[in-house]
């Protein structure tokens, strides 16, 4: 991926300073070498799924141009993960950021610990409706179907 791609990470917080944890990841993102923000969606607040009981979560979406290879972007944004107080204690617990990359321009990559698409992103709601409004037309690489037909498709 030498030449410049496209890539949409998905933002959520449910601890402490909410916005804040997601303001700050997204300004590390943009300052993060061969990455360059392009697009951020509002900030929605959602219910969580799953997991022990905890708070609520705010979400966004942010279009990303990458220089960078799909590992080097898991790794840069795990760095932030922890720069920013993320404990993995578990799958669905409560966390001062989650950055999950969806998508990859077209990319379809099935790794042990890296999955492009995101293997569930069509499923949730707080992920389809804030990537759907900065990338309505854009096409799930795997089903075909835009992403705007996809959260469509949930709401019904």
Do not use: W
């Not at 993995?88 to 990559?109: A, F, V």
């Not at 804030?130 to 854009?138: K, N, Q, T, V, Y």
Request: aromatic content about 4%.
């Amino acid at each position: 991926m030498s030449k410049k791609t496209v890539a949409y990470i998905a933002l959520g917080s449910n601890l402490d300073d909410r916005e804040g944890y997601i303001n700050s990841a997204v300004e590390q993102i943009d300052r993060t070498a061969g990455l360059k923000v392009v697009k951020r969606s509002a900030i929605y607040e959602t219910e969580p799924a799953g997991g022990p009981p905890q708070g609520k979560y705010l979400n966004a979406v942010i279009e990303v141009d990458c220089k960078l290879q799909p590992r080097e972007l898991l790794d840069a944004l795990m760095a932030i993960e922890k720069r920013l107080g993320r404990n993995r204690l578990g799958k669905n617990h409560p966390r001062t950021i989650d950055l999950d990359i969806l998508l990859i321009d077209d990319l379809i990559l099935d790794q042990p610990d890296l999955v492009i698409p995101h293997p569930r992103m069509i499923e949730r709601e707080f992920v389809l409706r804030p990537l759907a409004e900065i990338a309505p037309r854009l096409k799930h690489p795997l089903s075909g179907i835009s992403i705007a037909k996809h959260l469509k498709a949930i709401n019904k």
